[in-house]
């Protein structure tokens, strides 16, 4: 019984250590979790989000009562045992149809939540090209210049640049670039987001 003691008390020293602040912080971590209730596109988009962001990504299947807005404590306590500091939340209601949320948490407590409607939506197997091969960086293009106009549009760029790219890389390789994310600010609140594969 002692030596089972010993062995839990290192492990958990072992896990606790793993999560405190590092001198070089590891890759961030992305939970795709939805809600009771979602729609076809939801679906999709969360299955998308996951294949581009597999490497670094946890996918929950299981429904959640919780909605972000209302009972953040649930979600961050889910993103805290699952050592996850970015998420994507799922749901489809009639007030807030086809409903994304996206955020981040910054040493246990919620920093920023993101919430789109979606609409127009395509899969990525419904494009003829070749898979994002895995661990892939996107290109990120940011058009409009109401992401330096308005605060709020700055954080939403600031924001997509930690979820995308989690990896901090010196130098680019031009012959390893092989897709592009252009994300376009349009009055007075519409984000389009697009992908580009890249023929070099």
């Known amino acids: 019984v002692r030596d089972v003691l010993c062995l839990k008390q290192w492990y958990q020293r072992r896990v606790r250590g793993a999560r405190e602040a590092q001198i070089v912080e590891n890759d961030k971590q992305t939970m795709i979790l939805k809600g009771v209730k979602t729609s076809g596109m939801v679906n999709d988009v969360l299955a998308?989000?996951?294949k581009i962001r597999r490497q670094n990504a946890v996918m929950m299947s299981k429904a959640n009562s919780f909605l972000p807005f209302e009972?953040?404590?649930s979600l961050v306590d889910l993103l805290v045992k699952k050592d996850t500091s970015l998420f994507?939340?799922?749901?489809?209601?009639?007030?807030r149809p086809h409903n994304l949320v996206f955020g981040r948490t910054f040493d246990g407590k919620i920093l920023?939540?993101?919430?789109?409607g979606m609409t127009g939506f395509k899969k990525l197997c419904q494009f003829k090209q070749p898979k994002i091969p895995l661990g892939a960086k996107?290109?990120?293009i940011f058009n409009g210049d109401m992401f330096?106009?308005?605060?709020?549009w700055g954080v939403v760029q600031n924001y997509f640049c930690d979820f995308f790219c989690t990896t901090k890389t010196s130098s680019i390789n031009l012959q390893g670039l092989e897709y592009v994310l252009s994300l376009t600010a349009v009055e007075p609140n519409i984000?389009?987001?697009r992908s580009y594969e890249v023929n070099m």
Request: net charge negative; with cysteine.
């Open 148 to 152: 330096e106009r308005y605060p709020e």
């Open 191 to 193: 984000l389009l987001l």
């Open 71 to 73: 009972d953040s404590q």
């Open 112 to 116: 920023d939540m993101l919430e789109f």
């Open 138 to 140: 996107p290109c990120l």
């Open 88 to 95: 994507l939340f799922g749901s489809h209601n009639k007030k």
């Open 48 to 50: 998308d989000m996951f």
